[in-house]
């Protein structure tokens, strides 16, 4: 990686693992990121860190053009010293501002063809308007009761419960642009079909990250130390809904929904030869729920890694080795052990993706599809060791027209190996 090279330790680091490091290192990352891009380094040693505030990363890294190293794994740790780590993380990549859910620029351009089942480079619209060579641009249909009583999945869905994010999603980079047939061309083909009935429709999202990479080290969180709580459902609020009614101060509140890593509204990113480790704690214990989490980004790779060993696995998605909820990814020669899923995939604009050569090992339950129709992803070498994969029709989730539903379509397992 080009670009300015900093090493932590002369920002303050303590690579002794005995003083608090955050704001040195994240000193360090905002240095590289005024710069415009570069390698920050931490040389081998323990590092401390924890979020500043509460629902919040220790680390964030939101510029592009960014390497984050370390000496090796089993050589560089990154130790995270907070119990409360309740919708946070670790390291967070994600940029300042982005959504897919709206035009950059307010402009959305109606299909005046429905998308076939078959895989097309070729979208047919109403008009082309600005849409130019180079533009990054979200096609997108609306989940409708018609789609919806395609599917077969009226009670488990409902068109009224966020229509428009559910829906069939693909984010795109346009090869071409013919004013005369107004038609564009895309780098990548679909994997579904979409309906102007179901107001399908294409807009600008240009990415507002890219070229993140993470690479060589272990990482993990201290335990929590209370005893009390750790139940399936013991991870909810006070209050008065059906998935509302626990009290906080449990040890599953503190850990719900915290991962280690994750990576957010970015492309063209990667995470190599990472693995979770003991982290100081007394039994075996990794991470305090979830490892990585991959939202809405596309074009990731994730290679030799390993986020085994959750200290709580209870419901409303927690202890995940992976969260898979993006696109057109590679993830390969990974393993996790112990999760209650190893990897999960979710919600429909997650496909595309490759596991190739993944050990599954000993999970709670199996790695699976896990709700809202993920299509089109490829499976391929997995090594199940007491685990099975599971796409199936979930009737979970939390009421009625919300439920989990069918969990993928057109996706193929293949050279699965089971031991035991």
């Known amino acids: 990686m080009s670009g300015m090279y900093v090493n932590v330790v ?27 891009g570069g390698t920050v380094y931490l040389p081998e040693g323990t590092y401390k860190v924890k979020p500043t505030t509460s629902n919040s990363a220790a680390l964030r890294i939101k510029g592009s053009n960014i390497l984050f190293k370390g000496a ?18 670790v390291i967070n990549v994600s940029p300042n501002g982005g959504t897919w859910n709206s035009a950059d620029d307010g402009n959305y351009y109606s299909l005046s063809q429905d998308i076939p089942k078959t895989p097309t480079n070729k979208i047919y619209l109403s008009n082309v308007g600005n849409l130019k060579v180079g533009d990054w641009v979200i096609i997108r249909s609306d989940r409708t009761a018609a789609w919806i009583n395609e599917h077969q999945m009226s009670g ?21 642009v013919d004013k005369n047939s107004k038609t564009i061309t895309i780098d990548i083909p679909t994997r579904y079909y979409m309906k102007t009935r179901d107001n399908a429709r294409v807009y600008k999202v240009t990415p507002k990250q890219q070229n ?25 609020t006070s209050g008065w809904g059906e998935e509302d009614y626990k009290t906080s101060g449990t040890g599953a509140y503190d850990a719900n929904n915290a991962f280690l890593i994750k990576f957010a509204l970015n492309v063209n990113c990667f995470a190599k030869n990472i693995s979770t480790y003991q982290a100081g704690n007394a039994s075996q214990i990794h991470m305090i729920s979830n490892g990585l989490d991959l939202s809405q980004c596309r074009s990731i790779t994730i290679d030799s890694c390993d986020f085994s060993h959750p200290q709580y696995e209870g419901g409303g998605g927690n202890g995940y080795g992976m969260n898979v ?24 604009y997650t496909s595309g993706n490759v596991i190739y050569h993944y050990t599954s090992t000993n999970p709670k339950y199996g790695s699976d599809f896990h709700m809202y129709l993920s299509m089109s992803n490829l499976i391929d070498n997995e090594e199940l060791n007491g685990d099975f994969v599971e796409s199936n029709v979930r009737p979970y989730g939390g009421t009625a027209g919300n439920r989990h539903g069918y969990t993928s379509t057109e996706t193929v397992f293949w050279n699965t190996k089971g031991n035991y």
Not at 162 to 173: A, D, E, K
């Open 10 to 36: 002369n920002y303050g680091a303590d690579s002794t693992g005995a003083k608090d490091s955050t704001a040195a290192i994240q000193n360090a990352i905002n240095a590289v990121e005024a710069a415009g």
């Open 72 to 89: 090796g794994k089993g050589k560089t740790f990154i130790r995270c010293y907070a119990e409360n780590m309740r919708y946070s993380q």
């Open 325 to 348: 909820c993006s696109q057109e990814a590679l993830i390969k020669n990974c393993s996790s052990t112990s999760a209650r899923h190893s990897f999960s995939f979710k919600y429909a």
């Open 212 to 236: 993140v990479g993470l690479t060589d080290f272990s990482i993990g969180n201290k335990a929590n130390s209370k005893t009390n709580g750790w139940g399936e459902e013991d991870y909810k």
């Open 156 to 176: 488990f869905w409902s068109a009224s419960v966020n229509p428009t994010t559910m829906g069939t999603t693909f984010y795109r980079q346009i090869t071409a």
